[in-house]
């Protein structure tokens, strides 16, 4: 049974990470895909921690230790007043050095996996049923310059992100953003995020928003709230 009908939504917007693209989810874990030795919780790295006279564990991890100040550092870059060599070197420092900028940046750089099956095809799907497509992430520079090479990335109409408009969600000034910049009317917008904050931000936007489960493939969730919504049977 759908709720609404094909014409009610015409703008399918996404986030990116954790629903158009693969992302490790925690420090720890993009450490291991980059090979930065020391800084992931696999059973040799975590060993080393506990040797005679080694560099305790979570030195190598800031969102440990110094969780707040890594929060802090990562909103200036998601909203572009903070460069990535500042960010690196940002997170260095709150490892003590014990990570040197290079380290962060190939961590950094492991973050993002790649498009989940199918997204691409779902995109290009949309496009030709004369919806908009557009994604609205909080991301950065670096990140946003890496997904260029991606075809499901490039599938999207309409491009908008945390860094360009300065503003990150939840905060309601970035859905106001993204409505100036494509004239998208909240009611015209069926929106995917896969974290609960954003997802109450855009309804109380006005938006109809469904929350994505990232550990699982998220184009057979994103298929049946179209199918509930009436954009794709």
């Given at each position: 049974m759908t709720t609404q009908s094909a014409r009610?939504?015409?703008?399918?917007?996404?986030?990116?990470?954790?629903?158009?693209?693969?992302?490790?989810?925690?420090?720890?874990?993009?450490?291991?895909?980059?090979?930065?030795?020391?800084?992931?919780?696999?059973?040799?790295?975590?060993?080393?921690?506990?040797?005679?006279?080694?560099?305790?564990?979570s030195m190598f991890d800031p969102t440990l230790h110094r969780a707040d100040d890594f929060r802090t550092l990562v909103s200036e870059q998601q909203r572009g007043i903070l460069s990535h060599d500042d960010f690196c070197n940002g997170v260095s420092q709150l490892t003590s050095g014990v990570l040197s900028a290079q380290d962060v940046a190939r961590i950094h750089t492991a973050v993002i996996v790649g498009a989940y099956d199918g997204v691409e095809q779902l995109v290009l799907q949309l496009n030709k049923r004369g919806l908009s497509t557009a994604c609205l992430s909080n991301t950065n520079h670096q990140h946003w310059q890496f997904m260029h090479s991606m075809a499901a990335f490039n599938a999207i109409q309409h491009r908008h992100a945390s860094h360009i408009f300065q503003l990150e969600k939840?905060?309601?000034?970035?859905?106001?953003?993204?409505?100036?910049?494509?004239?998208?009317?909240?009611?015209?917008?069926?929106?995917?995020?896969?974290?609960?904050?954003?997802?109450?931000?855009?309804?109380?936007?006005?938006w109809r928003a469904i929350l994505i489960d990232p550990h699982s493939e998220t184009v057979p969730q994103i298929r049946r709230a179209l199918a509930t919504h009436g954009v794709l049977l």
């Open positions: 009610d939504i015409s703008w399918v917007v996404f986030d990116l990470g954790g629903v158009i693209v693969r992302i490790h989810h925690s420090w720890q874990h993009a450490a291991a895909a980059a090979g930065v030795r020391g800084a992931s919780n696999s059973a040799p790295d975590l060993a080393r921690s506990h040797a005679p006279n080694s560099t305790p564990y939840p905060h309601q000034a970035i859905f106001r953003a993204f409505e100036s910049a494509t004239q998208a009317r909240p009611v015209d917008i069926l929106y995917f995020d896969d974290l609960a904050d954003n997802i109450a931000a855009a309804m109380q936007a006005g």
